[in-house]
């Protein structure tokens, strides 16, 4: 299933750039599946523990939203014999929503708990931050980088067959120096920066407001503005783009942002990541997304509408959400995570124990498995 356009005049059509990707993973030391997991005490007992809250609102949301963790066995039996793709948020998901968004740092435990991930599943982080900033504080090579809320996607030159045997394989062993670069709104670029300028002058007048640059999208953050504030940050904000029809504002957790009017977001990217990963025509995959943002929410739908996927929306409040299933905070994301990395390294133990024990059998050996 390829992304579908619709035929509004401000959407663009744009070929792939050729681009390269630095490999620059950072050396996490010696973290691993089973000593993070031993950090965790019984993960087990976490996840049959229920969330302490006195919120019966928030309880009564759950039941509409099951937690992802003790729905886990019940999903896992749903994906036997297909394929899940894994889409993560980075904000909110990974790393916990911090004043500083130059310091929303993921934990290396969880860093590590992507990266083993990764290793059996093809995995993309999709975040509204700038490819490089993203992949800056991922520091994994062996996954996709899609910035700016999909419209700044890295992707392999050669798309991965569904019939190929190494599709779980990982992204690390794609040749990256003939990666492409999918930028949509590309054409938009010199007016995203004449507006950052602007918006820039407009923060540095109202105190605890700031500007980040997302290459294809203006950030303002506004959450250590006084509440007398927003108002007029969000006005100035306003009129910066009121009379220009080619970009338009939206909202975020705390944040203002400018974007182009183009039909695109992290649904389309998400459809475009599978296409180009060669799973867009497979019936048997199965799209994991992981977020907590409202911007999460046309991943979500898209997962809805193909009939088959698993969309889980971080939050520890009620909220409206097209999601199936729920986790609380990022410290869940990570548990969540580390489940799904083990439950395929034991499924990959049991198939290859499976043919051992009938290549025996074929030879007349009478082995005990």
């Known amino acids: 299933m390829g992304f579908?356009?619709?035929?509004?005049?401000?959407?663009?059509?744009v070929q792939p750039v050729s681009s390269k990707v630095l490999n620059n993973d950072e050396n996490i030391g010696h973290l691993t599946l089973a000593s993070i997991a031993s950090n965790l005490h019984d993960i087990s007992a976490i996840v049959n523990t229920p969330?302490?809250?006195?919120?019966?609102?928030?309880?009564?949301?759950?039941?509409?939203?099951?937690?992802?963790?003790?729905?886990?066995?019940?999903?896992?039996?749903?994906?036997?014999?297909?394929?899940?793709v894994v889409?993560?948020?980075?904000?909110?998901?990974?790393?916990?929503?911090?004043?500083?968004?130059?310091?929303?740092?993921m934990s290396n435990e969880m860093r590590a708990a992507v990266r083993e991930v990764a290793k059996y599943f093809p995995t993309a982080v999709i975040s509204g931050r700038s490819r490089d900033k993203v992949?800056?504080?991922?520091?994994?090579?062996?996954?996709?980088?899609?910035?700016?809320?999909?419209?700044?996607?890295?992707?392999?030159?050669?798309?991965?067959?569904p019939c190929d045997a190494k599709n779980q394989a990982t992204a690390s062993t794609l040749d990256k120096e003939s990666d492409m670069l999918f930028q949509p709104a590309k054409k938009f670029l010199p007016s995203i920066?004449?507006?950052?300028?602007?918006?820039?002058?407009?923060?540095?007048?109202?105190?605890?407001?700031?500007?980040?640059?997302?290459?294809?999208?203006?950030?303002?953050?506004?959450?250590?503005?006084?509440e007398e504030d927003y108002d007029?940050?969000?006005?100035?904000?306003?009129?910066?783009?009121?009379?220009?029809?080619?970009?338009?504002?939206?909202?975020?957790?705390?944040?203002?942002?400018v974007r182009p009017s183009i039909e695109w977001n992290k649904g389309h990217a998400l459809e475009y990541l599978l296409d180009t990963l060669g799973f867009s025509n497979s019936g048997d995959v199965l799209p994991l997304y992981i977020g907590d943002d409202r911007t999460d929410e046309d991943a979500f739908k898209v997962i809805e509408a193909r009939g088959q996927g698993f969309p889980i929306i971080v939050s520890s409040t009620p909220k409206e959400t097209e999601a199936a299933y729920?986790?609380?905070?990022?410290?869940?994301?990570?548990?969540?995570?580390?489940?799904?990395?083990?439950?395929?390294?034991?499924?990959?133990?049991?198939?290859?124990?499976a043919q051992i024990c009938g290549l025996g059998n074929s030879h007349s050996h009478k082995a005990n498995c």
């Open 51 to 84: 969330i302490p809250s006195s919120d019966l609102a928030y309880s009564s949301w759950v039941v509409e939203h099951p937690s992802a963790l003790g729905s886990f066995d019940r999903m896992m039996k749903a994906a036997k014999g297909k394929r899940i």
């Open 326 to 353: 729920s986790l609380h905070d990022p410290s869940e994301v990570l548990t969540f995570l580390l489940r799904l990395a083990s439950w395929r390294k034991a499924s990959s133990s049991s198939r290859s124990l």
């Open 87 to 105: 889409f993560l948020d980075y904000d909110g998901t990974l790393s916990p929503i911090v004043d500083d968004p130059d310091r929303a740092f």
């Open 135 to 161: 992949r800056g504080f991922v520091q994994l090579s062996n996954v996709y980088y899609a910035g700016s809320h999909g419209m700044d996607i890295m992707v392999p030159s050669k798309p991965l067959k």
């Open 193 to 226: 920066q004449e507006i950052r300028i602007v918006l820039e002058e407009i923060a540095r007048k109202i105190e605890g407001a700031r500007v980040e640059d997302n290459r294809f999208c203006i950030s303002i953050h506004y959450r250590n503005v006084l």
């Open 232 to 257: 007029i940050l969000e006005e100035k904000v306003k009129a910066v783009i009121e009379t220009d029809p080619e970009f338009h504002l939206t909202r975020g957790k705390k944040v203002l942002e």
């Open 4 to 13: 579908q356009r619709s035929s509004t005049p401000d959407k663009q059509k």
